[in-house]
Structures are given as C-alpha cells and as structure tokens.
C-alpha cells in the first residue's frame, strides 16, 4: 500500500469491508499512485531519448561537416546552430582532419562517445537506486566472485 501525505483528512477501509483509499474526497486506486520502480524505469527511458536526439544532431553535424555540406544552405545553418551548443565545449579539443572541403571533425566524434558514457552513468545510476532484497544482494554477490 502506498504512503500519500497530505494535508486533507484521508481514510482507508479494506476493500473487503466495501471501502476505498480516499484523499480528503477524491478516491485514489493502485494506477494513480506512482511507484519509484516505474520513476526510475520512465527517467531511464527519458535518458536514452535524450541521448538518441543528442547522438542525431551531433552525426548530422558531423556528416555534413564531413561531405562539405554548404554551409549557407538552410538545412545546414539549422543542424549547425542546434548542435552548435552540444558540440561547442569539445571543439579544438582535436585538430579536424581536413581533404579539400571534407573535414573530419574528431571532436564531434569525441563529444557523441563522451554524451554517451554520461548517460549510461546515469542509467546506472538509476538501476543501483533500486530497491534489493536481501536474498537478491546476496545471489550478486556471489556471482561477483
């Protein structure tokens, strides 16, 4: 059973004596309560639909820097700009590789592997807040060994 704190009176009565979990008037049941698993599942898919939208613009960005994309066609000053932000703080930190108008931009490549480590460390992070039972840790642990 979930714990609801609230400032309006609340009562329970077991569902078997004809009851039901009130907050002040408002009936609440199981699906209007939100339980930390289904918290820490829902962030982790946010996480990853962050990295995937990040991962997008960064290859986009890297794409068209690599096929000498024009940069005063529309399309490309918009992928540029949006990116520009995600990319800015790995810029320099390698020299690009340059062929005529193709650039290799090493750094963009750098950025999209270290977004990526960030957020499986923060996937993980919200794994390891999991509850464990007793009997759960113990079975890792030994399969640690």
């Known amino acids: ?6 400032e309006q009176p609340t009562s329970v009565m077991p569902p078997e004596q004809g009851g039901e979990a009130t907050i002040g008037a408002k009936p609440i049941n199981a699906q209007s309560v939100v339980s930390p698993i289904r918290r820490r599942f829902r962030s982790s898919q946010v996480v990853w639909y962050l990295l995937g939208v990040i991962e997008i613009l960064l290859a986009l960005r890297f794409i068209l820097k690599f096929i000498g994309a024009n940069v005063s066609a529309g399309f490309t000053q918009f992928i540029y700009v949006i990116s520009s932000p995600l990319a800015g703080s790995f810029m320099n930190v390698v ?19 270290i977004y990526a480590l960030i957020a ?24 640690q060994d």
């Open 1 to 6: 059973m979930a714990i609801i704190e609230s």
């Open 95 to 113: 020299n690009p590789s340059r062929v005529g108008k193709s650039i290799f931009d090493w750094s963009i490549l750098l950025a999209m592997i």
């Open 120 to 143: 499986w460390g923060a996937v993980k992070f919200l794994v390891m807040s999991k509850p464990v039972s007793d009997q759960e840790a113990h079975n890792k642990l030994d399969s």
